[in-house]
């Protein structure tokens, strides 16, 4: 990782990388062309970039919105006793990560989560609502041993089935600490290449 800087975005930066956002999502074939994107707004974005030409190489973001109006919880067909218990949480408990995007041949998914993990825990937030396409959940769930609740129903969107969940960022890192020593110790650890904010 010491050939990227991550950092959440702002100003210029935080427009290129809704920028890339679009022109991923477009080209896969997630989003139309000149589509409007009603949660850039409520959004906080991350970025990674090469440390030589500043070239933004991947992005996710966080939607910060009332349970209700989650892209994950509009979407799908949210299991009752789930739904419950999210309404139950205070509303800076909880955000949706997504957005989640790379530019090929550049490997920045661990470092983008590892810097929306350390955001969210400076900001106390505790848990990530997200959908996720099935193919990746398993590989996730096999690889890195990422306990994702399942909130709901899987549901084709955005193309492919996918499915939603939830996931509790303390207890995620407890089983990476007993089960994925290594991906929790990445997680865990300072780096000067993770930055508060990239300008």
Same mark, same amino acid.
């Given at each position: 990782m010491k050939d990227y800087c991550f950092g959440s975005?702002?100003?210029v930066l935080r427009k290129d990388a809704i920028a890339l956002h679009h022109?991923?999502?477009q080209e896969v074939g997630f989003f139309k062309?000149?589509?409007q994107d009603p949660y850039e707004g409520c959004s906080t974005y991350f970025v990674a970039? =090469? =440390?030589?030409?500043?070239q933004i190489v991947g992005v996710t973001r966080l939607v910060f919105l009332n349970v209700n109006e989650l892209p994950t919880i509009k979407h799908f067909d949210i299991f009752d006793i789930e739904m419950l218990k999210l309404s139950r949480m205070d509303d800076n408990k909880y955000a949706e990560i997504s957005a989640f995007t790379k530019m090929p041949k550049h490997d920045v998914g661990l470092g983008l989560i590892k810097t929306v993990l350390k955001y969210s825990f400076n900001k106390d937030i505790t848990h990530w609502v997200c959908c996720i396409d099935e193919r990746v959940y398993n590989y996730m769930h096999r690889m890195f041993k990422f306990p994702f609740e399942v909130i709901g129903e899987p549901n084709v969107y955005l193309g492919?089935? =996918?499915?939603?969940?939830?996931l509790n960022l303390a207890e995620c890192l407890a089983i990476l600490?007993?089960?994925?020593r290594v991906l929790y110790d990445y997680f865990v650890e300072n780096e000067d290449n993770v930055v508060g904010?990239?300008?």
């Amino acid at each position: 990782m010491k050939d990227y800087c991550f950092g959440s975005a702002e100003g210029v930066l935080r427009k290129d990388a809704i920028a890339l956002h679009h022109q991923r999502y477009q080209e896969v074939g997630f989003f139309k062309r000149n589509e409007q994107d009603p949660y850039e707004g409520c959004s906080t974005y991350f970025v990674a970039q =090469t =440390t030589d030409l500043k070239q933004i190489v991947g992005v996710t973001r966080l939607v910060f919105l009332n349970v209700n109006e989650l892209p994950t919880i509009k979407h799908f067909d949210i299991f009752d006793i789930e739904m419950l218990k999210l309404s139950r949480m205070d509303d800076n408990k909880y955000a949706e990560i997504s957005a989640f995007t790379k530019m090929p041949k550049h490997d920045v998914g661990l470092g983008l989560i590892k810097t929306v993990l350390k955001y969210s825990f400076n900001k106390d937030i505790t848990h990530w609502v997200c959908c996720i396409d099935e193919r990746v959940y398993n590989y996730m769930h096999r690889m890195f041993k990422f306990p994702f609740e399942v909130i709901g129903e899987p549901n084709v969107y955005l193309g492919s089935k =996918t499915i939603p969940c939830l996931l509790n960022l303390a207890e995620c890192l407890a089983i990476l600490k007993e089960k994925r020593r290594v991906l929790y110790d990445y997680f865990v650890e300072n780096e000067d290449n993770v930055v508060g904010v990239v300008k």
